[in-house]
Structure formats: structure tokens, C-alpha cells
């Protein structure tokens, strides 16, 4: 495997492309006993159009997490027991990008391994056992509809989006999720779990050369059909709809306002568009800013307040989100001091303050296992190594972050949601 070392945060990945196509990336952690495996599938709850083998496809909103669910499923074994009896602890999640099933364990760390590309790689659809996943998805869609926070953000997505997959739940509708079948799940495993889709990260102290080796046994006779995916929409960068309400159970109102930003290219001008984008953020009404404190002292927010640059594959949003008695009051603020920042911009010494801090949570959270596997796949899919994170954040000035402002922060791009709480019948 080809060893990569990174002076600058003192660490060494080995990667490497094995024959079935599979890209493996191991992060060595030489005397720690816990172990931690990520196996990862360039395929998210957006990924609903493709073309495999000349043939065009359009599946269902939520098929994704659906699958997720009923890889599992294996016809001579229980997944979750077997891991259990190794010591280890599986678990997996869908995002709007991509689609993770990983394991810890103090133990038996090369035998889970092979547990989880086997029944990753092993689709077993019976029609029971699909039917009966849509009564468990559907509890899952129920309890996400009773989440005001969960509804804030899908009713500003839905808004704000006319095209965008985004628009739709990652769990889908319960229309949608009726119409998944075996035939579904099993074409679209076929689409997006072949080996060169994929990705196998690995953290701890493992041989990486036998991480490499495992992994071709196992996938070496996986087919790769040929498969392109919609993965660009054409969006209009204004929104139609400025503000959209509902009413739910709420103590009081929440609001989550979005400014919508061009998608972001893949590579390194990507991640610097993304830091400069959390930058911009944290100085126009991040905690340590001038808004923030102006905005708590004046009783518009409280703790729950906060924001951030949000992106997933083909779309990108300023965001933030709070609980305020007068969201536009808020709203209005935002607005009035992004133009103040525009023409005064960020004094050079707030700036290096948060870019230092910025850089110093990313450094920080390298010694963190979970977030390290996961950083490390969901940058993959981006074209860039995420250890080179310090060297984009040496190139961002001042003025990125004036311009981002100028550019962003406009009326004609903005939206806000908000849930007001239910009125007395």
C-alpha cells in the first residue's frame, strides 16, 4: 500500500486501489485496542436517477435508506448477532451523499472485517421481508414528522429547492417508500455496491497490507456494471418563495433561514469554497460575533441559536436556526450586519482568531477515531485527502469572506421557514 506522511498534523494514511476496483485507506494507531471499520457506498437518499449498462432509472425517494435497512438481512444468519459474538458493535447510516456501515471492536477485528463485506455485498430482498420494512420506515417517517427540528429544515429544503433532491426526506415519503420492491433494491445495489463505488477506511492498530488483502478475497468476483448517476441539477440560484410556516407543537417559534449558494465543485477549490463558507459564518453571527451577542442581549435568541455553511452533492446553503418570539427581527439583523460586513469587511485580527480556532477543532478532531473514518470517506467522494485541510486553510484571506458575503447574503437568494406554535382551537 502507498504510505502518505502528513508533517503537519504528524500522521500516515496507507492507500490504495485494489484490482476489484475498491479504494482502501488505512489509519494506523499503533497500541490503541479499539478498533474501527467504515465501509462506504458513494450512494445517498439524492442518488434516485441512473444509467447502468444503457439503461435508464428512476427509483423511489428514501430507496437508499431502505437498502441500508435490508442489507442486514442476510437468509442464514442473524448480521447483528454475529457481530455481537465477536465482540463488536455494528451499526449504519444514510446520508444525502452517501451511505456508511461500520463496526467497532477491541477483537477479533479481521473476522468482523469479513463479516461486514460479506453481508454489505449480499443482497437477500425476499417480498415479505421488503413488505414488512415498510411498516418500520413508516414508524421512522412518523417520528420524523412529530421532529420540529426535522420539519424546520425539510419545509426550508423543500422551499428553497424546486429541482434538488434535497427537496425530498432522506427517509422518503410514505407513497414513495410503497413502491420499493426487491426488483428496486436489487438494481440499485447492483448500481452503487460494486467495489469501485466503495470505499473501506480502517482506524487502528491493524496490518494494512492484510486490510488490503481480505478485502480482495472477498470482492475480487463482484460485477461492475457500467452506471452513471444524475449528479448535477439545474437549479436557479433565486428562490421563488421567500417565507414558509406551519404550526406544530412548539413552546415557542423556531425559525431556520438559508441563503442558497452555488454548488460547490469537487477537489480542493470545493473544500475552499466549503472553509470559506463556515468562516463566513462564524464571523456574520457565529458566538464569538458581534451579532450574536448584540442578538442574545437584545432577548431575540437564546443557546439554541447557531448556523454554519451546510453542502451535499450538488447544492450548498448559509444557514442558521434558532428559537426566537420574532424570527424576522432576527432575520432583519442578519441582513443589516452582513451589508456592515461587506463594506467594512473582517478586522484582520478577528479573522486570524477564527481561522486559527477553525483549524484547531479540525486538527483536534483527528484524534478522534469516529471522526477521522468518517471525514476521511465523506472527502473521498469529494476528490480530496482531508489531511490537506491545513494547507487550504493557509491560502483564505479577508477578503474570500467579504466577497462570500457580498455574493450570498441577498434577498433574492434567501429564505426562511418557520414553525409557530399551534393556536388555542
Request: with cysteine; proline share 5%; hydrophobic share 40%.
Amino acid at each position: 500500500m502507498e504510505k502518505q506522511y502528513y508533517p503537519q498534523v504528524g500522521e500516515t494514511l496507507y492507500k490504495t486501489k485494489l484490482p476489484c476496483g475498491l479504494q482502501v485507506a488505512v489509519l494506523p494507531r499503533p497500541g490503541f485496542t479499539k478498533k474501527l471499520c467504515y465501509f462506504v457506498t458513494d450512494f445517498g437518499a439524492i442518488h434516485t436517477e441512473f444509467t447502468m449498462d444503457g439503461k435508464a432509472y428512476s427509483v423511489p425517494a428514501g430507496v437508499a435508506h431502505y437498502l441500508e435497512h435490508k442489507l442486514f438481512d442476510m437468509p442464514d444468519r442473524d448480521v447483528v448477532e454475529a457481530f455481537s459474538a465477536m465482540g463488536a458493535v455494528p451499526n449504519a447510516f444514510t446520508g444525502y451523499d452517501m451511505t456508511a456501515y461500520y463496526f467497532s471492536c477491541t477483537e477479533h477485528f479481521y473476522e468482523n472485517l469479513r463479516l461486514l463485506l460479506e453481508f454489505v455485498t449480499t443482497p437477500y430482498f425476499t417480498e415479505e421481508s421488503v413488505a414488512k420494512e415498510q411498516g418500520i420506515i413508516g414508524q421512522e417517517i412518523g417520528m420524523n414528522e412529530d421532529s420540529p427540528e426535522n420539519r424546520l429544515f425539510e419545509l426550508l429544503a423543500g422551499t428553497m429547492y424546486e429541482k434538488h433532491p434535497i427537496r425530498t426526506p432522506i427517509l422518503g415519503t410514505r407513497d414513495s417508500i410503497a413502491r420499493i420492491t426487491p426488483q428496486v433494491l436489487t438494481d440499485c445495489h447492483r448500481a452503487f455496491y460494486r467495489p469501485e463505488n466503495m470505499l473501506l477506511c480502517v482506524v487502528g492498530d491493524v496490518e494494512a497490507d492484510k486490510v488490503a488483502e481480505i478485502a480482495e478475497e472477498m470482492l475480487k468476483n463482484i460485477p461492475s456494471p457500467q452506471v452513471t448517476a444524475v449528479r448535477r441539477w439545474d437549479e436557479e440560484p433565486a428562490v421563488s418563495t421567500r417565507e414558509v410556516a406551519m404550526q406544530m407543537e412548539v413552546a415557542m417559534p423556531m425559525f431556520h433561514l438559508g441563503f442558497k449558494c452555488a454548488p460547490l465543485p469537487d477537489g480542493e477549490e470545493g473544500v475552499r469554497r466549503e472553509i470559506i463558507g463556515d468562516l463566513a459564518a462564524e464571523a456574520l453571527f457565529g458566538e464569538s460575533s458581534a451579532l450574536y451577542l448584540q442578538l442574545y442581549e437584545q432577548g431575540l435568541i437564546d443557546a439554541s441559536f447557531g448556523g454554519g455553511f451546510e453542502m451535499v452533492e450538488g447544492m450548498a446553503m448559509l444557514t442558521c436556526t434558532g428559537d426566537s418570539e420574532d424570527p424576522h427581527a432576527v432575520r432583519d439583523a442578519i441582513l443589516e450586519q452582513a451589508k456592515h460586513l461587506t463594506e467594512t469587511g473582517v478586522t484582520e485580527a478577528d479573522f486570524l482568531r477564527m481561522k486559527r480556532s477553525a483549524l484547531g477543532r479540525r486538527i483536534r478532531n483527528m484524534d478522534s477515531f469516529d471522526s477521522m473514518c468518517f471525514r476521511i470517506c465523506a472527502y473521498h467522494f469529494s476528490q480530496f485527502d482531508y489531511y490537506r485541510i491545513p494547507d487550504i486553510y493557509g491560502q483564505i484571506t479577508c477578503e474570500d469572506i467579504r466577497q462570500f458575503l457580498k455574493t450570498v447574503i441577498n434577498p433574492d437568494n434567501m429564505c426562511m421557514a418557520v414553525i409557530h406554535p399551534k393556536e388555542d382551537a
